[in-house]
């Protein structure tokens, strides 16, 4: 692992330190630091999806960052800059971009899906070509990456455009149960922590980082990628052309996080977070999960690792969630055929189930969901 992978681990394990049951949310900026795409968070109000960005902003030295909490009346001038009056009386429309958006390294704009069509366009060139416009003022932005965040998906055609130009999207839910007195604790000690101490990287090392995962031999995995692109698109998740090329800079940054020149199998872990909806979490995370089991290399992404070995009790949660809501009479027939997708990844998923008796209970259960779900036609 090279001296500037392992700068970027070492704020990243700071931050996961600090924000418990977090860890994936956290390696999944790193990614996007090194992808220098664009990363959205999902969740309710106190999840800590804030609190971790400014962490990582904090993290960054000799970079200017820029937080904004969006809402409907938000004007340009309050995120790109006023105009310059000096400027103005002079009959040039230039924008004073001191301290704001572009000049950031890093960008976190909360309840993003506020924008108004006053910003959005400005937006959404920002987001998609790392440019700022405005008027005659064209600007090449410095940011590394953008994040948003939002307590909902976007209703509205418009906003779905913005949705689009964030490549990662990731779930923020509250811990497990089972880790809220680790969550307490990291909490109770978090102002007591030596700020001085803590672990830093510049926009310059990781751009040097952007620049060298863009060498990543991606060819041992061309073939099982394209195949996972068309199963994508089958299962209804928005796969454009630009997208399918964009998602190879993902799965570039988690072989060169991983401290490798070529890709595997298994760094196609970061596509499970590349749904459009709430409903298709399952579906790509059982459709991906199912191609990654196979693969035996060493030197995996510390998340592929995690994500790479089924659980049968989960996978027996899952099977029973799903066959509730089959029988449910308030179920639609195209929710019926989103249940039957996830039921084939679970069932692909419950063959690699090592223990004998947990891995027949599984498939017991599976067939029996199939033969009601055919009794049912």
């Given at each position: 692992m090279n001296?500037?992978v ?5 704020v ?8 418990v ?27 800590a999806k ?5 962490m ?12 904004y ?22 009959g ?23 924008a ?9 060139m ?8 405005r ?5 090449k ?33 509250n811990?497990?149960p089972?880790?809220?007195?680790q969550?307490?604790?990291?909490g ?18 990781i ?40 998602f ?40 991906i ?30 099977i ?20 039957k ?13 090592q ?23």
């Open positions: 001296k500037n392992a700068q970027l681990n070492e990243l394990t700071y931050i996961k330190d600090t924000f049951g977090k860890d994936n949310i956290v390696d999944l900026l790193g990614i996007c630091l090194v992808a220098n795409e664009n990363a959205f968070l999902l969740g309710p109000p106190g999840t804030s609190a971790i960005i400014r990582l902003s904090s993290c960054i030295k000799e970079g200017k960052n820029f937080e909490l969006l809402t409907r009346f938000t004007e340009p001038s309050e995120i790109f800059g006023p105009f310059d009056i000096r400027k103005l009386k002079e040039d429309l230039v924008t004073n971009v001191e301290g704001m958006l572009p000049e950031a390294s890093m960008v976190f704009l909360d309840e993003i899906f506020n108004n069509s006053a910003i959005l366009n400005s937006l959404l920002a987001l998609n070509e790392k440019v700022f416009r008027g005659k003022q064209v600007m932005l410095p940011a590394l990456t953008f994040v948003g965040a939002s307590n909902l998906l976007p209703e509205e055609e418009t906003l779905e455009a913005l949705l689009d130009r964030f490549l990662i999207r990731v779930k923020c839910e811990v497990n089972e880790l809220l007195e969550v307490l604790l990291a109770w000690n978090l102002n007591k922590r030596n700020t001085n101490t803590k672990p830093q990287i510049t926009p310059t090392t751009i040097a980082m952007q620049e060298a995962s863009r060498l990543v031999d991606l060819s041992p995995i061309q073939k099982d990628y394209l195949n996972l692109v068309h199963s994508m698109r089958n299962a209804g998740v928005k796969v454009s052309d630009r997208r399918a090329v964009k190879q800079n993902l799965v570039a940054s988690s072989a060169y996080i991983s401290g490798r020149d070529k890709a595997i199998i298994s760094d196609l872990w970061v596509l499970k977070y590349t749904w459009d909806t709430e409903e298709q979490i399952d579906i790509l995370s059982g459709m999960n199912t191609i990654i089991e196979k693969d035996q290399e060493d030197k995996k992404h510390p998340q592929a690792q995690i994500q790479q070995k089924p659980d049968a009790e989960q996978l027996l949660k899952e029973e969630g799903l066959s509730a809501k089959w029988q449910s009479e308030a179920t639609s027939m195209e929710e019926r055929n989103v249940i997708d996830k039921l084939r990844y679970v069932q692909a998923r419950s063959k690699w189930i223990h004998t008796e947990h891995k027949e209970l599984l498939q017991n259960k599976v067939d029996e969901l199939w033969k009601l779900m055919l009794e049912m036609v």
